[in-house]
């Protein structure tokens, strides 16, 4: 006999588009995973269909469809988690601290979300300074971009040995300890290729806590490169046993592993420039402190071409990483003239980051029909007239960076991403960051910015026939808010936390109570001795 197992939950404020402000219901009959039965107020459930039901009591909660996090580079992530965190870092000396302490326990001494701006003494470690801290280990510190990262003299042995073979042909000069540009993107892809099996498993489990933690049930992951095909497998395979729903993109130009696992969607940071913090977006126009210089475009139109055609052989959706005007001109065009060449046959392709997009890219995003993966915490931590853009493009052209508003209102469809681990996995600040947006002609209604990070993402993928809404049918996928956004003021969006996910009716993530935590706390005092 097949038992079916039903839930009755009740006691919250279920929460749906076109008005994620109002109560669209506040019981449900949950059954094999899936939403069976809804109720509201005077419309309830009849009590017979509830009494053969366990119960579960929401407390008032808030409920949304669970968030996506449309852009992430989910194993990279993972191992971002087991080293040390940078980004509160506001020192050398507190570095040096850090670095210093991890060599203890690990031989790969890595760093994350390194940002320069943030020391007191404005510049990054010399070689001399970080061979004395750390003389004989393997040291790695990624500038916050993921484009550029600090090295001692062990890393750079190791670096110049495998530049030597390879076709850069060349070494890393004697006092210079900052890799950037495509050496930084060919090391850091050997780096990920020599880590142990069972360290990478790890990570993967870390970035799924870590994605449950933060209200997030469904990831875009971008994985690995051409040279490799071992960490998407290995990905890929975790995901096969893994609540966490993901659709995986290879970042390669090469279809097989895509099309042999039957994956409709290929790319992601498939790079045509690099980024602003890192000087390395291809712009129009010079970098205001570096005059006569104006970034790396690492794809050519004749490139992208080349993609889009493997693309349309083998039906596949494209994505890519555009973020200065130069290189977002050149995709959005070549976009166009793969929707001209090839009709509507294929589902649109996806540019990533779209962070200073013209006037006539926008217009030929718009004629393709293509996705558009923002990632509104870039403009958190480098937006505004002071920001990292500022310094780095002068303020005019740092207000036009991610306009999100106006790509709105051209009609482009927007999802959301963090890029973690460039900016953390958090949807919740992205949310904040799209109505607090440091142009304020650019910021955008709350609605609408759930709506980007709950339902508009599924569009991407052909999903949202299934998910991204609370209604009969459709997955018992939701998450739990601490408070209403909508009653809160917006300044203080950022601060609502998850409390609960659950995926097909079942918790995934549980915040703990003040009582457990002190409890844990207690517990652990008494086992220190
Ligand atoms: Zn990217
Ligand atoms: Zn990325």
Not at 7 to 30: E, H
Not at 183 to 209: D, G, R, V
Not at 440 to 452: H, V
């Amino acid at each position: 006999m097949i038992t079916k197992k039903q839930i009755y939950f009740y006691n919250f404020s279920a929460r749906n588009l076109p008005d994620f402000s109002k109560t669209d219901f506040d019981s449900m009959i949950v059954e094999n995973g899936l939403i069976k039965e809804i109720g509201k107020y005077g419309n309830s459930i009849a009590d017979d269909n509830i009494l053969q039901c366990k119960k579960i009591d929401l407390k008032g909660a808030i409920i949304f469809p669970p968030f996506v996090d449309a852009h992430i580079h989910f194993l990279q992530t993972g191992i971002s988690l087991l080293g040390c965190q940078l980004n509160e870092v506001n020192s050398l000396k507190k570095l040096f601290a850090l670095v210093s302490e991890e060599s203890k326990i690990h031989n790969y001494v890595f760093g994350w979300n390194l940002q320069e701006s943030l020391l007191k003494e404005k510049r990054i470690p010399s070689l001399k300074e970080l061979d004395k801290i750390c003389q004989k280990k393997f040291v790695w510190l990624a500038r916050a971009d993921l484009h550029s990262a600090v090295i001692n003299t062990v890393t750079k042995n190791w670096a110049n040995k495998l530049l030597q073979n390879s076709e850069f042909n060349t070494q890393i000069n004697d006092e210079c300890n900052l890799i950037s540009g495509e050496i930084y993107n060919f090391l850091s892809f050997k780096l990920l290729n020599e880590m142990p099996q069972n360290l990478k498993k790890k990570a993967l489990k870390l970035a799924e806590e870590l994605c449950f933690k933060q209200g997030v049930g469904t990831v875009h992951a971008l994985e690995g490169n051409e040279n490799t095909q071992d960490d998407v497998i290995l990905t890929a395979n975790f995901f096969k046993t893994s609540k966490l729903n993901a659709v995986i993109y290879h970042q390669s130009e090469d279809p097989t592993l895509a099309t042999s696992n039957n994956w409709k969607q290929i790319g992601g940071c498939l790079l045509v420039d690099g980024s602003i913090g890192s000087k390395t977006a291809a712009l129009n126009e010079d970098y205001v402190d570096t005059p006569g210089y104006r970034g790396n475009l690492y794809r050519q139109t004749e490139d992208i071409i080349k993609l889009l055609r493997m693309a349309a052989d083998n039906k596949l959706q494209l994505a890519m990483h555009a973020i200065g005007d130069k290189a977002i001109d050149i995709t959005a065009a070549c976009y166009a003239w793969a929707r001209d060449t090839y009709g509507n046959s294929y589902h649109p392709h996806r540019i990533e980051h779209f962070v200073l997009p013209s006037f006539k890219a926008i217009r030929n995003a718009r004629l393709s029909s293509s996705f558009i993966c923002i990632q509104p915490a870039f403009d958190y931590y480098w937006g505004g007239e002071n920001g990292l853009y500022a310094q780095k493009l002068g303020k005019e052209r740092a207000l036009k960076c991610n306009p999100f508003k106006t790509l709105l209102n051209s009609g482009l469809i927007l999802a959301g991403g963090s890029d973690s681990p460039v900016t953390p996995i958090n949807p919740i600040l992205g949310i904040h960051s799209l109505v607090n947006h440091k142009n304020p002609d650019e910021q955008i209604d709350l609605n609408t910015a759930l709506s980007i990070f709950i339902s508009e993402p599924h569009k991407l993928t052909k999903e949202s026939g299934f998910k991204g809404f609370l209604k009969k049918g459709f997955p018992a996928d939701f998450v739990c808010l601490s408070r209403d956004p909508f009653r809160v003021s917006k300044s203080k969006i950022k601060k609502i936390c998850p409390t609960a996910l659950y995926i097909s009716g079942e918790t995934v993530y549980k915040r703990n109570s003040l009582f457990q935590k002190l409890k844990g706390f207690i517990n652990k005092l008494l086992n220190s001795n």
